[in-house]
């Protein structure tokens, strides 16, 4: 079975700096990769997600996420961050016979001013 | 047009009652989902549906019933609420397998 570890419980960081959010996954074959974002009292949001192909993916609101095969690994990266980014940050795997998809524990990211 | 839309929002209730939360998704995917999001906003799936099917149903006490009259709705029943069971219940639906899942708001359940 699939499995996400996100070892970053919580993360700040000032506004206009960069952001980077780790996520390693365990799962034997080729995984289906998402990043979803979680503001404050909403539901979940599809920053991104990688299925196959270019190893950099692009998302919504200016994040991208890497692909490396070789670590295992799925980080999120945003060159400068707004205020409006605070939020709980989930990795999430899927595969292409299944379902079910297993969400990491989170990162919580606070925005200083 | 919201596209997953969850009711209600909030629900607040005492050990013992029933309760009902109910699930639309106007997106035309064939798949939904009950996520139960704890404290510690840990996410576990708990149930899915595929046209109606049951194909997912994880380790659920049996107080938790879902129910998909069809392939654009899906509620969750819940008998002899507990302490335990508060939480925040979120809808999710997909096409087919990978993921990939869209999400409702969420409903925030307080058992007192």
């Known amino acids: 079975a699939q499995s996400v570890t996100q070892p970053d419980i919580h993360i700040t960081v000032s506004e206009g700096a960069s952001l980077e959010l780790r996520c390693n996954y365990s799962?034997?074959?080729?995984?289906?990769l998402f990043w979803y974002v979680q503001s404050p009292g909403q539901g979940l949001q599809l920053l991104l997600k990688?299925?196959?192909?270019?190893?950099l993916v692009q998302g919504i609101k200016g994040f991208e996420a890497e692909f490396k095969r070789s670590q295992s690994s799925f980080n999120l990266r945003k060159p400068s961050v707004h205020w409006s980014d605070a939020a709980e940050y989930f990795c999430?795997?899927?595969?292409?016979?299944?379902?079910?998809?297993?969400f990491g524990a989170g990162t919580t990211v606070t925005v200083r001013a | 047009d919201t596209a997953v839309s969850q009711t209600p929002k909030y629900l607040v209730t005492q050990m013992g009652n029933d309760k009902s939360i109910k699930c639309e998704q106007n997106?035309?995917?064939?798949?939904m989902y009950w996520y139960k999001q704890d404290s510690k906003k840990f996410l576990k799936i708990m149930f899915s549906?595929?046209?109606?099917?049951?194909?997912i149903n994880e380790t659920v006490p049996n107080r938790f019933s879902p129910k998909s009259p069809d392939k654009a709705h899906l509620n969750l029943h819940i008998n002899s609420l507990e302490l335990g069971d508060s939480a925040v219940y979120f809808c999710?639906?997909?096409?087919?397998?990978?993921?990939?899942?869209?999400f409702g708001s969420g409903t925030r359940l307080t058992v007192v």
């Open positions: 549906y595929n046209n109606k099917e049951l194909i």
């Open positions: 999430a795997v899927g595969t292409s016979n299944d379902y079910k998809l297993s």
């Open positions: 997106l035309g995917h064939d798949t």
């Open positions: 799962y034997g074959a080729t995984p289906y």
């Open positions: 990688y299925f196959s192909g270019d190893t």
């Open positions: 999710a639906s997909s096409r087919g397998t990978g993921g990939g899942y869209t």
